[in-house]
């Protein structure tokens, strides 16, 4: 009896985690805060609600504690070679939909081809070009379903770096809204504060590679995420 009854207070306690449910306000995608965690996986993978895939090179998935809503956010590491998404697909009947997404980057350099940060709705990748260090920026994008299907967003690291992902959107519009060809970015919510007294920091962020085009990171670099309260969970 008593275990007949853990799934339903697993689902309970699903319910009532803040960020953990999209559904029934108009956003199709479970978790949409990353709220819902688990232990890592053997494909690496550290959210309960979303999936994703370790291409190459050294990247990782993190439960980010800085968070723009809530109190988690998804962290995608990369190292040197890095390639690495996270994604959720929901099944979808044609029409309109529109995805939104912010978006937190710390010394995101460049990877292979100069990509950096990447963007997938319906099998179609798009290049941010987004990289640099960067407070909470809003992503939105309106595409067109043609034909009832699995499919979702997709958020990608091709660099090295650290890069956030929080409070993804995604939902049925109607066709008087425009398409767009490309995600938009919005400007920063607010730009990670510079560095209010000077701190050492050795040992806090990992050193790029020689052969990587990200610069190692400066200590105007370190004093800014220090003084934006950064946590050294995420750094690690």
Not at 14 to 38: C, I, M, Y
Request: aromatic share 10%; glycine share 12%; hydrophobic share 35%.
């Amino acid at each position: 009896m008593r275990d007949s009854k853990m799934p339903l207070l697993l689902a309970a306690a699903v319910a009532l985690t803040p960020g953990a449910r999209g559904r029934g306000d108009g956003n199709l995608l479970d978790d949409p805060s990353f709220e819902v965690s688990k232990s890592k996986d053997q494909f690496g993978l550290v959210f309960a609600r979303w999936g994703g895939w370790k291409y190459k090179g050294d990247c990782d998935f993190r439960v980010g504690e800085v968070a723009r809503t809530g109190k988690h956010s998804c962290l995608l590491y990369g190292g040197i070679g890095a390639k690495i998404r996270v994604t959720q697909n929901v099944e979808l009947s044609p029409g309109r939909y529109r995805v939104t997404a912010y978006l937190r980057g710390l010394d995101i350099g460049k990877g292979t081809y100069n990509f950096t940060t990447e963007f997938m709705f319906d099998g179609k990748y798009q290049q941010l070009n987004k990289n640099g260090t960067f407070g909470w920026t809003k992503l939105s994008c309106v595409a067109e379903i043609k034909e009832k299907k699995q499919a979702g967003p997709s958020f990608g690291l091709m660099a090295p770096g650290y890069f956030w992902i929080d409070d993804v959107s995604l939902e049925r519009v109607g066709d008087e809204v425009a398409l767009t060809e490309a995600p938009v970015l919005g400007n920063e919510e607010a730009p990670i504060a510079p560095p209010r007294t000077q701190r050492r920091t050795a040992g806090l962020f990992p050193r790029a590679h020689p052969s990587s085009s990200a610069p190692a990171a400066s200590p105007a670099a370190t004093g800014m995420i220090l003084a934006a309260e950064t946590s050294r969970a995420d750094l690690s």
